[in-house]
């Protein structure tokens, strides 16, 4: 392994290139990684950079936004098989349909959508800003996709009427209110910490609510010192090392296809320099403007 180390941060100077690594990857994924953390904001660090590749260490929905972000640059993706459940359960045709039924309502996407669903859209969001996103826009419909459980996360937050996706994560859905009361009776002094695509039930037991950059500063910022976390069961890597002196408990499930990516396989594609995300310039200018229109908001 640490040879395949000393290789890849060598092809990465020889060529010029930038490893993002999203915090749900395995932790020798994290020891090449130039940037860590959530999925924009990955993307927007590789944007300020003078990187000629980004090689993206997450599903295939980031890479889009990376590329959407950076047009000018390469970007990687080193399993190709790494997609997103989630992200597929809206399609260009569903979404055209879902329009031309509410004709008068915005379209609001989670960045966790691909580059076709993002061209038609208004303006996209993350978990973190989604009810600001929401209340900046003067639509009193807002068609939000394509997780279901964010969407009534936002309902709950907004006066506006929230036409919800049928769509969800299967890990943050499957977080069980049983599992949330087993480790609230194992872990009496520990704040449940919650990701807001896990469902409302879940939710309402949580001492805080948001999305993984967040959880991080929660942790660093709060008095206690233990901490229930209800998302992918790989962030507590992440936050065993950002916040050492604290403990963390995983309610979450493992994400298949956040674990494809291996050492192994971001080597081949620095060699390589293949999967290379590409997308047609129409659409890509076309997301371009509803991400850039959150980024502005």
Known sequence: MKELIENINRL???????????NYQKPE?????????????????????DASIIVFCGVHFMAETAKILSPSKKVL??????????????????????????PNAAVVSYVNTT????????????SINAVKIVNSLDEDEI????????????????NKKIILWPGHCYVHNNVLVSSVKKAKENYPNAKLVAHPECPPEVLSFADHICGTGGMIKYAKESDAKEFIIATEEGMINR??????????????????????????????????????????????????KALDKMINL
């Not at 994924?29 to 950079?49: M, N, P, Q, W």
């Not at 190709?80 to 031309?100: I, P, R, S, Y």
């Not at 620095?270 to 999967?275: A, I, R, S, T, W």
């Open 239 to 288: 936050l065993e090392i950002e916040v050492p002196n604290k403990k963390f408990y995983a309610v979450g499930g493992v994400c298949i296809n956040m674990k494809k990516t291996t050492l192994q396989k971001v080597y081949d594609c620095l060699v390589n320099e293949e999967p290379e995300i590409t997308i047609p310039e129409e659409t890509l200018s076309k997301a371009k």
């Open 29 to 49: 994924i994290y020891s090449v990684g130039d940037f860590i953390g959530d999925s924009l904001e990955l993307s927007k660090e590789a944007a300020r950079t």
């Open 143 to 158: 068609i939000f996709l394509p997780d279901e459980n964010l969407g009534k996360y936002v309902q709950q937050h907004t």
């Open 77 to 102: 993706l080193p399993s190709k098989e790494a997609g997103c459940q989630m992200a597929d359960m809206a399609t260009v045709d569903q979404l055209k349909d879902m329009k031309a039924k509410y």
């Open 12 to 22: 990465k100077k020889e060529k010029n290139a930038v490893i993002l690594v999203h």
């Open 115 to 126: 580059a076709d669903i993002k061209a038609l859209t208004d303006v996209c969001c993350t």
